[in-house]
């Protein structure tokens, strides 16, 4: 995490301004217990970031309980007005994306001094404010900060189609922001607005260069990065390795049983493999259950003893059939590397799976085993 940490900022070194590089920030966003990595682990990892986004606001105490002292950012801001004390114990930031959350906002005590990511909605109709409907909204934050409810406010945006290969949408969006930054320009600065959060993994090593306005203090979001996945997947010249990122999570499981299967026998439900030849096949103790992606092709690719082989057959809920031929020394007890360090990149599984490296990583069961080192 800490090197992967590192090597975006060397992207983004390579990409902007030394200037607007020095004065920039990176919030690491650990959501989703550090999207399956343990919120322990970015604690550790992510020293070196100016703060830490999260998404549920149990997890701001927890996070200063581990004795992270730097910013917090609760991403999707807060849902009941006691998160609003959790918020102000802990000084955490909060995103503010409806006028749901502005309201709750009069609750606070004078002096509560609140800091804030104003979202506003570029086009990916998700969360934030309709550009149409900001006059309002500085209205409101103008009365809230001379009230010293809220003290420091952060300008802020969320791509949809940062990793896609056509950057139309991107344009949309980054248009609509510098267009609400030109008309508000005046409102902006009296309410003592400074920094811009835009970029995700995605818009931070691809735009950067473009993102980070000169005027503004620059906050990236990257998340997936850090976990040494690329939200490209495994696109040319776009993967996890084009980047110097670093797999963070290596998944392994053992060989429990061998089958010699003969021409013509299948393997495993639906009998979806069958063997063209004798094959070994090892029966190793991963599956769905585990959070494999039960939709992995016959040709995801894992390795054993240094080499590499591939699934036969369909991942079941408990295991999976890979196929051995490749690997004659293999032996009952043997470790199977299904991703990470020594074995295929998780961009490569979920592209034979179909699937996303966000979720597989998300998606691990309880049941596995997990070894912090
Ligand atoms: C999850 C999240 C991110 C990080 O996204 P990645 O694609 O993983 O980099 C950034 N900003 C917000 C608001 C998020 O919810």
Known sequence: MAHNLQAVQRQLEKQVAATRFQQSKTIAIAKANA????????VRGFAAADGIGVIETEMLTRLRELDWHKELVLLEGFFEEADLEVLQATTATTAIHCQEQLDALQLLPEGANLKIMLKLNTGMNRLGFRPALLAQVLLQLERLKSQHKVAEVVM??????????????????????????????????QLGVVSLSVCNSAATLRYADELFLPNYQNIIRPGLCLYGASPMGNAEGQGALDFDLQPVMTLKAKIIA?????????????????????????????????????????????VVNGKETHLV??????????????????????????????????????????????ETLCNLNQRVNKQII
């Open 35 to 42: 999207y399956g990595h343990s919120i322990e682990a970015a």
């Open 313 to 358: 057959g369909r991942v079941s809920m408990d295991m999976m059939m890979i196929n051995l031929n490749p690997v004659p020394d293999a032996r009952v007890g043997d470790w199977v590397t299904l991703w990470g360090e020594g074995g295929p990149s998780i961009g490569r599984v979920t592209e034979c799976a179909g699937v996303g490296s966000y």
């Open 258 to 302: 061998i089958q010699d299967v003969m021409a013509n026998e299948t393997v495993g439900y639906g009998s979806r493999f069958k063997a063209t030849q004798k094959t070994r096949v090892a029966v190793v103790a991963c599956g769905y259950a585990d959070g494999y992606p039960r939709w992995a092709g016959a040709l995801t690719p894992v």
């Open 156 to 189: 802020m945006m969320h791509f949809a189609d940062a990793d896609a290969p056509d950057r139309a949408s991107v344009d949309h969006a980054w248009n609509e922001m510098r267009l609400v930054l030109r008309q508000f320009e005046v409102q902006l600065k």
